[in-house]
Nanobody
Framework: QVQLAESGGGSVQPGGSLRLACVASEFSLGFTLDNYPIGWFRQAPGKEREGVACISSYDGSTYYEDSVKGRFTISRDFTKNTVYLDMNSLKPEDTAVYYC??????????????????????WGKGTLVTVSS
């Protein structure tokens, strides 16, 4: 029932910034993000899908993969049912397809979400981020 749609990907030079957005929705009225943890995952060519930044449903606590700490920020806008990933100081190794995903009415903490992409119930179709000079 939950639908996710990513946007904001594109091409940027090293050191640049992008903001990705994940808009969440469902058929019923009264949808709220506080029932759904959100994870941003990425998959580069030839590599496994990995959790990048995740946020818990119940308290908004966050987890970041080591390589993006201090550069990426995940946040929620409840009024827009949107989760953002602000990416700064981008590096070529950040190049990947970025996906947002969620687990239905989950209270998993942020680290657990990021470490268990296979357990997510709903996925967007991804947005491509390319970092190159």
């Amino acid at each position: 029932q939950v639908q996710l749609a990513e946007s904001g990907g594109g091409s940027v030079q090293p050191g640049g910034s992008l903001r990705l957005a994940c808009v969440a929705s469902e058929f019923s009225l009264g949808f709220t993000l506080d029932n759904y943890p959100i994870g941003w995952f990425r998959q580069a060519p030839g590599k496994e899908r990995e959790g990048v930044a995740c946020i818990s449903s119940y308290d908004g606590s966050t987890y970041y993969e080591d390589s993006v700490k201090g550069r990426f920020t995940i946040s929620r806008d409840f009024t827009k049912n949107t989760v953002y990933l602000d990416m700064n100081s981008l590096k070529p190794e950040d190049t990947a397809v970025y996906y947002c995903a969620t687990q239905d009415h989950s209270t998993w903490n942020a680290w657990t979400v990021c470490d268990n992409h296979y357990a997510m119930d709903f996925w967007g179709k991804g947005t491509l981020v390319t970092v190159s000079s």
